[in-house]
Nanobody, 122 residues
C-alpha cells in the first residue's frame, strides 16, 4: 500500500515563508518523480513544481525564483520551500508521487496526498 502524508501548511502574511513536507510510505517500491500541485477555490489543480529521482526540477512560471523543491530519497520525502509568498499562492497544496515496482521498472501508479492548506493574507 502507498500512502503520502503532507504537513507544514498554515497561514502567513504576504512576504512570509512556509515549508511543506510530504512523506511517502511505499513498502518495497521505488519512486520516480515527486510533484507539488495546488488548487485554489474555483480553479483547476495546477502543477507547482516537480523533481525527479535524480534531482532534476521543474517549476511553474508563477513560482520560479520563490519556491524550491527538494527531496530526500532515503526518506522518500519531498519538500517545498515557499518564500516571498503572495495572496495568490493561497490554495490547498497536494503532493503526488509516481511509484514504480523497482528502479527503472514498470509504473505501479501515481498517488496523491490528502492536501494541506496554505493561506497568505495581504
Amino acid at each position: 500500500q502507498v500512502q503520502l502524508v503532507e504537513s507544514g501548511g498554515g497561514s502567513v502574511q504576504a512576504g512570509g515563508s512556509l515549508r511543506l513536507s510530504c512523506a511517502a510510505s511505499t513498502s518495497s517500491f521505488s519512486i520516480n518523480t515527486m510533484d507539488w500541485h495546488r488548487q485554489a477555490p474555483g480553479k483547476q489543480r495546477e502543477l507547482v513544481a516537480a523533481i525527479t529521482s535524480g534531482g532534476n526540477t521543474n517549476y511553474a512560471d508563477s513560482v520560479k525564483g520563490r519556491f524550491t523543491i527538494s527531496r530526500d530519497n532515503a526518506k522518500n520525502t519531498v519538500y517545498l520551500q515557499m518564500n516571498s509568498l503572495k495572496p495568490e499562492d493561497t490554495a490547498v497544496y497536494y503532493c503526488n508521487a509516481e511509484v514504480v515496482v523497482s528502479p527503472g521498472g514498470g509504473i505501479l501508479g501515481k498517488y496523491w496526498g490528502q492536501g494541506t492548506q496554505v493561506t497568505v493574507s495581504s
